[in-house]
């Protein structure tokens, strides 16, 4: 295998000439360690059955083949069980298929505008901006119907998620789906797995903001890990830990080269890896049966990935964190010493974050999110602050704006001031500048 010579991802997902600004990519496709078609086929049982803790291993070895990710991530975010079958997975694939024009044409009913890449009525998508600037440096979506892909998706989604609808940073992370699956339809449920995820740091009452509660066990976390740089924090007013907001929202999105995103994602979905996904998301009227049997079964650890399997080591009532805050967690410990000795303000916190974007590597945050996952695991759980009890909460409601005008404050939305780029965007009552998302 020497003389097999790593190849470069970027030619899958092509930039356009003049958009010189972007992160350079550092995944490579690697011969004998990235997942490559010959070794996703032979993974397959004659009958279908895939093979998932080969797979992972090899995932987690050297990431996807681009030209086979699409069809793994269906696996990788609960879409099909492995153990089913070539037979059993067509059924489902039609059936979702199905599924998604009644639900389309009924929404191009409510909102005839969707999918013609224009503003999209204000229930649907509120921010039709949004779209049109999603990965607008790929040569991909120089095609309309490429584009008119994404409205579509992200507007059926919107109309069937009521409590949560459409919020600024959705469009990030349905992008992928739609170049990654030729299928519309593939491409959405594979989107709607991911906010199965995802949503909750999208919702927003009245009384709290989504992603906070994230904030708040990343808060946890680093000062468990990390009480030094946690209380710099607190001392430069940053207890909140908002300048973490689009880590979290979009999974790094800014922060890596499009592909190296790509590969970010499906190794953490590699390490989360729980074979009763499909079990746990599928409508009940599906595979009834068949659901209510495996779901009696004990898991077996094997077909886990390596994080879940540390987490099913401990005995929790709750729900384990997510390991994307761990990853965060990760990139600020690593930066720890240039954020105690640089950062004097939180101005200067933000600036050196965004100064991380094309400076991370994606296998590195990996591992180390890993490492502080056991070391965090390893404490007392009895002597670790509760996210209510870490300073970042204190005075949080109090600091919402009035109900009447809450609307205009949706963190999900991050609340646009006008059309400029200069101008700022409120999270709650930190103002920042837009290029903080974008």
Not at 58 to 63: L, M
Request: with cysteine; hydrophobic share 35%.
């Amino acid at each position: 295998m020497r003389w097999l010579k790593s190849e470069c991802a970027d030619s899958y997902y092509q930039v356009k000439p003049e958009c010189k600004d972007v992160p350079a990519t550092r995944f490579k496709i690697k011969p004998g360690r990235t997942l490559s078609v010959r070794k996703w086929l032979a993974a397959f049982s004659p009958n279908g059955q895939l093979d998932i803790r080969k797979t992972l291993k090899r995932i987690h070895r050297g990431g996807i083949h681009p030209s086979i990710r699409g069809e793994v991530w269906e696996f990788l975010l609960g879409c099909y069980d492995p153990m089913s079958t070539f037979d059993e997975r067509k059924q489902i694939r039609e059936h979702r298929r199905a599924q998604y024009v009644r639900w389309k044409k009924e929404c191009s009913e409510m909102f005839p505008v969707d999918g013609r890449g224009k503003c999209i009525t204000s229930p649907v998508i509120t921010e039709g901006l949004d779209v049109t600037r999603t990965d607008r440096n790929l040569v991909f979506y120089e095609k309309q119907e490429n584009l008119s892909k994404l409205w579509d998706i992200l507007s059926v989604y919107a109309w069937i998620d009521i409590d949560v609808g459409y919020c600024q940073g959705m469009s990030d992370l349905c992008s992928p789906m739609i170049i990654l699956l030729e299928h519309e339809a593939d491409a959405f449920w594979c989107f709607e797995r991911l906010m199965r995820r995802l949503r909750e740091n999208f919702r927003c009452t009245e009384t709290s903001i989504g992603v906070v509660t994230q904030l708040g066990h990343l808060a946890t976390v680093t000062q468990v890990i990390h009480p030094k740089l946690h209380q710099h924090f607190e001392t430069l007013g940053g207890g909140h830990y908002l300048f973490a907001v689009r880590m979290l929202m979009v999974l790094f999105r800014r922060e890596f080269s499009f592909c190296d995103s790509l590969y970010l994602w499906e190794m953490m979905w590699a390490l989360e890896y729980d074979p009763d996904l499909f079990f746990q998301y599928e409508e009940l009227e599906l595979n009834m049966e068949k659901s209510k049997g495996a779901k009696g079964k004990p898991r077996s650890t094997r077909r886990c990935g390596k994080y879940e399997r540390e987490n099913m080591k401990i005995k929790s009532s709750g729900e384990p964190l997510p390991i994307s805050v761990f990853l965060v967690a990760s990139v600020l410990k690593d930066n720890s010493s240039v954020l105690l000795h640089k950062a004097r303000g939180l101005d200067d916190v933000v600036k050196i974050v965004n100064n991380l974007t094309g400076n991370l590597n994606a296998k590195k945050a990996c591992i180390g999110a890993l490492k502080l996952h056991k070391k965090y695991l390893r404490k007392n759980f009895d002597d670790i602050p509760s996210p209510e009890a870490v300073t970042w909460s204190r005075g949080w409601n109090d600091k919402l704006p009035d109900k009447s005008r809450l609307s205009d404050y949706r963190i999900l939305q991050l609340s646009q001031l006008g059309n400029d780029a200069n101008e700022a965007i409120i999270v709650s009552d930190i103002l920042l500048p837009r290029s903080f998302l974008y």
